[in-house]
């Protein structure tokens, strides 16, 4: 019976504790959840959060492609007020043939080049440009795959901000491995940097982003018709 309760003891230590109105989530480093994007967080707006995310959907480069995963990387702390564009990317597995070239992948692979371009803006070393990334933020238009979440909690981002959620995916027919980014947030207390993550974030926009491709009585996204079961850009 002592070690049954231990265990209870244990678990108990190295579990997450979630604050009662259920808006943060808290583990041993202090990753925290943040379920209502109206809230201005770290000095930062709802309205400038909604511009980001129209960047993330924007960095897609065309208005309906089939799988619209769009991310964009900013500096909140430089620039204008809305913050500073770092990178962009989108999912570029199909025209790449590297499975992994999901949009937030590809932004922080554009990320690290632009960082240390000998020629361009930042020009820092590499390990200057890896200490850089806990000071930015990255917008996804869909939450992550725990393979992207992963490599956000490596790259140490201050922020990682995503609107459509797994579940809503899931939904609508998407495959996906399901594993939140909250859990990837839970078990990734062990590493030295700390961050927020922002859910939910203008799901009416981008929703329907990737609702018609399963759906074929949902609307086209904005700027998109349907032709022959698909939506093409007009």
């Known amino acids: ?85 770092v990178c962009t990317g989108a999912n570029s597995g199909s025209s790449t043939g590297n499975p992994t070239l999901h949009g937030e992948m590809s932004a922080i692979d554009n990320c690290s080049r632009i960082l240390t371009d000998p020629s361009g803006p930042y020009k820092l070393s590499p390990s200057e440009a890896i200490a850089a990334f806990p000071s930015l933020t990255l917008y996804t238009n869909a939450e992550s795959c725990p393979m992207c979440a992963s490599a956000i909690r490596w790259a140490g981002f201050r922020e990682y901000v995503y609107g459509t959620t797994i579940d809503a995916l899931i939904a609508k027919g998407w495959g996906q491995i399901r594993i939140s980014s909250v859990e990837v947030f839970r078990q990734s207390f062990d590493l030295s940097h700390s961050s927020r993550l922002i859910a939910g974030v203008l799901t009416n926009e981008t929703d329907p982003y990737f609702f018609w491709q399963n759906d074929p009585t949902y609307p086209c996204p904005k700027g998109c018709s349907r032709v022959g079961g698909t939506c093409q850009a007009d």
């Open 1 to 85: 019976m002592w070690l049954s309760l231990l265990l209870q003891v244990v678990l108990l230590y190295f579990s997450p504790v979630f604050c009662h109105d259920d808006h943060h989530f808290h583990s041993r480093s202090h990753q925290t959840l943040i379920s209502d994007p109206t809230l201005s967080i770290n000095g930062v707006s709802f309205s400038t959060r909604a511009y980001w995310m129209r960047q993330a959907n924007l960095a897609l480069g065309k208005p309906c492609p089939y799988a619209a995963f769009g991310a964009v990387v900013v500096n909140h702390t430089g620039g204008s007020g809305l913050g500073e564009l």
